[in-house]
């Protein structure tokens, strides 16, 4: 169940009369170029590769007819969890196909966005965050089947509280994660879960009928994996209906509760995350939070009073350098629209 935040990353475009790529990243003054007429080849994940696996899969069915300026600038946090990657990939295509016209729906962008990270990055990624990249909502949320990609939104009322993003300045790249690691492990439990039960997913299973048949996985860690994934998915209900009826208490609790799954069960956590999260169980302004993303460092997030932030600032930058050694970095956010167009010109 995710959604779009009202941070993000920014494209400004113009054509070239020749056939040269030029990338630019405000945010770091990183530069790079690729001449149309060269093959375009992946080099493993280097920030350049996510708009230019979408641009090597818009040629394979438009021909792009000039070389591009592209110029990013972004507030997303790099290797935050917040998907920034994704976020560079949807902008690139949503652009693209606006510019020359190519007639991509938003779906064909996500699709095409996913094949960037999976045959191009080559990680063994999902589409939850090329989706809400692209179909966020403002004040709402995605529930999304990730398989049929079948959606539905739910409002979010938040006041009086402000969803806050808890940076650790650890960073961590996707690719270099133990992310594939874990699609491993899921995959190993379901194989095993198949041969006496049919199912196509873990998430077939409810919580009840999972743990009576948790035995039959032969792997204990592929079992902890996939308790993870079936009681996480029983949460999204949950906190679906949470929200639906302004149980915002209630939402708070599934989100401790989902990090401690992804702590205890899924292992994705680390000393700086559960660091942010247990001093927000400590406040009691704060209602709930969570890592986000893939782990290993990244961001956390949470829902506090919005009026008690800079107490809450002040006292989660000095728990956190007593314990980890240098301060966070901490966002006021709103819940945002995904992909859009701000200004054309010409």
């Known amino acids: ?88 990939e949807i902008l690139t295509a949503f652009a693209l196909n606006q510019l020359f016209e190519v007639g991509f729906s938003r779906m064909d962008l996500i699709l095409m966005a996913k094949r960037v990270e999976n045959e191009f990055i080559g990680l063994n990624s999902g589409v939850m965050d090329q989706f809400s990249v692209t179909m966020g909502q403002k004040d709402k949320a995605l529930v999304l089947n990730c398989q049929s990609l079948h959606y539905r939104t739910v409002p979010i009322e938040l006041a009086p509280y402000s969803l806050v993003i808890m940076g650790t300045n650890k960073q961590r790249q996707l690719s270099e994660s133990k992310y594939n690691e874990r699609v491993k492990e899921c995959e190993t439990a379901l194989k095993d879960l198949q041969k006496n039960v049919k199912i196509q997913f873990l998430c077939d299973l409810d919580l009840k009928t999972f743990l009576s048949l948790k035995w039959e996985i032969k792997d204990k860690i592929a079992g902890k994996r996939a308790h993870h994934v079936v009681s996480e998915n029983e949460r999204v209900a949950l906190s679906e209906k949470a929200l639906k009826e302004g149980n915002l208490n209630q939402f708070g609790n599934l989100m401790y509760a989902s990090h401690e799954s992804l702590k205890t ?13 247990e001093y927000c169980r400590k406040d009691e302004n704060v209602l709930g939070a969570r890592m986000t993303g893939a782990g290993f460092g990244g961001c956390a997030i949470a829902l506090i009073k919005t009026h008690h932030f800079m107490d809450f600032k002040e006292g989660i930058e000095k728990f956190y350098l007593k314990k980890i050694g240098y301060t966070p970095s901490l966002y006021l956010s709103e819940i945002g629209d995904g992909v859009h167009e701000l200004n054309h010109i010409g």
Not at 38 to 52: A, V
Not at 265 to 277: F, K, P, Q, R, W
């Open 1 to 88: 169940m995710p959604c779009s935040i009202s941070m993000g990353t920014y494209l400004a475009v113009s054509v070239r009369d020749d056939k040269e790529i030029h990338f630019r990243s405000l945010n770091q003054d990183l530069i790079g170029n690729w001449n149309l007429e060269n093959p375009i080849e992946g080099k493993g994940g280097n920030w350049m590769d996510y708009p230019l696996g979408i641009i090597k899969y818009i040629q394979e069915i438009e021909e792009i007819p000039n070389g591009l300026n592209l110029l990013y600038q972004g507030d997303i946090p790099l290797g935050s969890g917040l998907s920034s990657s994704a976020s560079l």
């Open 265 to 277: 069960l899924y292992e994705v956590s680390g000393l700086e995350l559960d660091t942010l999260v």
